[in-house]
């Protein structure tokens, strides 16, 4: 009986304590100044020319409760938070139970938020699951429940909840999904929208018809045990046939643009001088370095190029060389089927695309174009003691020395291994963490070969160093921030650093036109020679194979394109699935440039740097005896001469 005394007494006191300190947020959360919570997911997407591309939270498409089917609202109601309209921003009976059954699971089966707390955790730019920012977001439910009414809470968040594919707000949805205004939603198209905000990307219908069926189901049976509902409605509305349109009313929207906009966001995350909520900000302005004419002209080429091709995948990144702003972005086949945005966030094998950056390592340590390497079948030792024994592509070999701009022309791994030995495996290492290539590369043998993955975004950043002769850059999406009432809150600096030689880089540029060019047939042919009669315009060109990926990567100094092409669960390609990225790079570069004068886009020869005809193949000074002429260049000082201990070897070669 004492100890019964004690309990009770305690339990008075600690739930005295819990009144005093829940009137105390009550009367913080009264007095703080009034959340603007209409500017939840408020961001207006610009691009480079300043037109909108993107509203998260459209004033023009906010609707009233009065404008909202009644059957969405229940739905949403009786999924999300049965007892909105009863507790104060938290359901602590649904907490305890939450709790309860996942401890019982062992894992996260069931979560708790009130549409109050959803609505809180929208105010931030970020989702971070840090205790700061559960305490921060619970100090903004209370903040929202004690300055709004509870129709305006519903309302604001029905409103600005993210419905998949971009579409932000209910009314934003049903046009979208269903090409209808939201009070006009039928119960099974309700409750079919109702499914989406839990896991956007995973209950779209457009993505996974059988999981949004699953759902809606869950949805239209809370309704029936609910009586808000009968069970001949809920059969009803789940077996009807529901008509999925999954259209802009604006008939010229690209649906890959929302790749753009995913990679807008996730850069914005990153800024530190972004407020990471909302309510004090009144939304926010984003100004882009995006070119709508390109992303078009890309998405265009990729659907042409695909057709009814299933499974494969592709990604692609249009940058400007001069800056490293992305003038469009795809990360994907098609938005509607999986949002993975493969541009920003898969790293893939990258193939012979990584030889540039090999051979750039060897013109700085003394290499010519025309310094040469036996091309024959070879057993390399390795620095574990071990061998390793490359092949050539097709198993082609000339037998004899070939030029560096041969072994460009062909992708030659025997001539790329060779170097690689020669110069030790760091020097290619270094020369790619000065352009940018952040990923860790492997000290090995096959590195030149591409056997490490890089993301796509990062290859194009490298490979932006060459097309801007030398000057480093970073990639970027966003040039400009301000808030609602255009204070600037972010703008972009360009400090281009100067990594590498640009008299060098301007003689790799030349070497990597061979990769098209007819003066390199002979035992093997360029690996881009079907586009020798195509391009319109001079571009430094190079592919990447490997059983699972295909690259293609170009630029001049106007335009850098780079294109992936392989399946996400890593099968073989098959031969027929090479052409794809160098058809999408063709065809996306020459429309770009198609009103560009040909001798524009190309560089300047430096002072330092000289042309010289030599043959194309062996890479020796022209004789009476040559029959194939090329200009190539070459530092002043380190020309080609017929007496060079290599050409003797070349000489012997074709003697015997």
């Not at 025309?370 to 003691?385: I, V």
Request: one cysteine or more; charged letters at 20%; glycine letters at 6%.
């Amino acid at each position: 009986m004492k100890y019964l005394k004690h309990f009770f007494r305690l339990f008075i006191i600690l739930f005295g304590l819990s009144i005093v300190i829940g009137l105390a947020f009550y009367v913080y959360a009264k007095v703080s100044p009034k959340i603007l919570i209409n500017s939840a997911n408020n961001i207006t997407l610009y691009d480079k020319n300043d037109n909108v591309f993107f509203k998260g939270n459209n004033k023009k498409e906010w609707v009233s409760l009065e404008e909202i089917s009644p059957y969405l609202i229940q739905s949403t109601i009786y999924t999300e938070d049965k007892y909105f309209y009863k507790h104060f921003g938290f359901d602590f009976l649904r907490i305890g139970k939450a709790f309860l059954t996942n401890i019982k699971n062992k894992k996260m089966v069931q979560g708790a938020s009130t549409i109050t707390q959803q609505y809180a955790k929208n105010l931030f730019l970020d989702f971070d699951k840090t205790f700061k920012r559960k305490w921060e977001e619970a100090l903004y439910t209370l903040r929202i429940e004690a300055n709004y009414s509870k129709d305006e809470i519903l309302e604001g968040y029905l409103n600005t909840i993210n419905y998949g594919h971009g579409k932000y707000g209910i009314e934003n949805a049903s046009k979208y999904y269903f090409g209808k205004k939201a009070k006009d939603l039928s119960l099974s198209e309700a409750s079919m929208l109702a499914a989406i905000p839990k896991a956007p990307s995973k209950y779209s219908p457009l993505i996974d018809y059988q999981a949004a069926k699953e759902r809606q189901l869950l949805i239209l049976e809370n309704l029936k045990k609910n009586n808000i509902i009968t069970e001949k409605e809920e059969n009803e509305a789940y077996k009807l046939e529901i008509n999925l349109i999954g259209k802009e009313d604006n008939s010229d929207d690209l649906s890959s643009i929302r790749y753009y906009q995913d990679a807008v966001l996730e850069e914005l995350n990153t800024l530190d001088t972004i407020p990471k909520n909302y309510s004090n900000i009144n939304g926010l302005k984003i100004y882009t370095t995006l070119d709508y004419s390109m992303q078009k002209i890309l998405e265009d080429n990729i659907r042409e190029a695909f057709q009814n091709k299933t499974n494969l995948q592709t990604a692609s990144v249009v940058m400007d060389p001069k800056t490293g702003g992305v003038y469009a972005l795809i990360g994907g086949r098609a938005y509607n089927q999986s949002t993975y945005n493969r541009a920003i966030s898969s790293s893939r094998q990258v193939g012979s695309t990584m030889k540039p950056y090999l051979y750039y390592a060897a013109l700085e340590n003394g290499f010519t174009a025309s310094s040469a390497f036996l091309s024959e079948p070879t057993t390399f030792p390795t620095q574990d003691k071990k061998t390793y024994t490359p092949s050539n592509y097709n198993n082609k070999y000339g037998n004899k020395p070939i030029s560096m701009a041969t072994a460009i022309a062909y992708s030659e791994n025997i001539y790329a291994i060779k170097t690689h030995m020669f110069l030790g495996y760091d020097a290619l290492i270094q020369v790619a963490k000065r352009v940018g290539i952040p990923e860790k590369l492997e000290s090995i043998a096959s590195l030149p070969l591409g056997t490490n993955e890089i993301n796509i975004l990062n290859m194009s950043a490298g490979y932006a160093s060459f097309a801007n002769l030398g000057y480093k850059v970073s990639p970027h999406f966003i040039t400009k921030v301000t808030d609602g009432n255009n204070n600037v809150l972010y703008k972009k600096e360009y400090n281009p650093e100067l990594v590498l030689n640009s008299s060098l880089v301007f003689i790799l540029n030349n070497l990597l036109t061979a990769t098209y060019d007819p003066l390199y047939i002979d035992y093997n042919y360029p690996t881009a020679i079907s586009l020798s009669s195509k391009l319109k315009h001079k571009y430094a060109l190079k592919s990447g194979t490997t059983n699972s990926d295909n690259w293609n990567i170009g630029f001049n100094k106007n335009i850098l394109c780079s294109v992936w092409v392989g399946y996400d669960n890593n099968d073989s390609l098959t031969t027929k699935d090479y052409k794809y990225a160098q058809n999408i790079w063709y065809n996306t570069v020459e429309k770009i440039e198609e009103n560009i004068d040909p001798n524009d886009g190309w560089y300047e020869k430096p002072k330092n740097v000289v042309g010289v005809l030599v043959e194309p193949i062996s890479g020796k000074p022209l004789s009476d005896s040559s029959k194939n002429t090329k200009l190539v260049y070459f530092l002043k000082g380190t020309e080609p001469h017929i007496t060079d201990p290599t050409f003797d070897e070349i000489i012997d070669s074709e003697e015997s």
